[in-house]
C-alpha cells in the first residue's frame, strides 16, 4: 500500500522558510514522479512544483520560481520542498503526490497518490 506523508508546515512570518518533507513507503519511490500543490480555503488545488523520477527535471509554477525548490534523495524515499521568502498568499494546505511516470504532471489529475497535507500558514 503506498503512503505519502508530508511534514514540516507551520506557522510563520513573512519572508520566512520552510522545508517540507514526503516521506514515501510502498513503492519503488526511484520510478516515481513527484508533486506538490497546495489548495487555500475555497480555492482549487494548484500545482507548485514537480520533480522527475531520477530529479533531474523540475518544474515550477510561476508563482514560485526562484523561491521554492523541490528535491529529492531517492535512497531515503525521501521528497522535499524548500519555500524560501514567504509570502502571505503561499499559505495553504501543501500536499505530496506520486505517480509512476517519466513524465512529470503538472495537473492533480497526473497523479494516484497523495498524502494527508501540511498547513503552511505565513502571516503578515
Known amino acids: 500500500q503506498v503512503q505519502l506523508v508530508e511534514s514540516g508546515g507551520g506557522l510563520v512570518q513573512a519572508g520566512d522558510s520552510l522545508k517540507l518533507s514526503c516521506a514515501a513507503s510502498?513503492?519503488?519511490?526511484?520510478?516515481?514522479?513527484v508533486g506538490w500543490f497546495r489548495q487555500a480555503p475555497g480555492k482549487e488545488r494548484e500545482f507548485v512544483a514537480a520533480v522527475s523520477w531520477d530529479g533531474v527535471r523540475t518544474d515550477y509554477a510561476d508563482s514560485v520560481r526562484g523561491r521554492f525548490t523541490i528535491s529529492r534523495v531517492n535512497a531515503k524515499n525521501t521528497a522535499f520542498l524548500q519555500m524560501n521568502s514567504l509570502k502571505p498568499e503561499d499559505t495553504a494546505v501543501y500536499y505530496c503526490a506520486a505517480r509512476r511516470s517519466t513524465d512529470v504532471p503538472h495537473t492533480p489529475g497526473g497523479y494516484d497518490n497523495w498524502g494527508q497535507g501540511t498547513q503552511v500558514t505565513v502571516s503578515s
Open positions: 510502498g513503492l519503488h519511490f526511484g520510478t516515481y514522479a
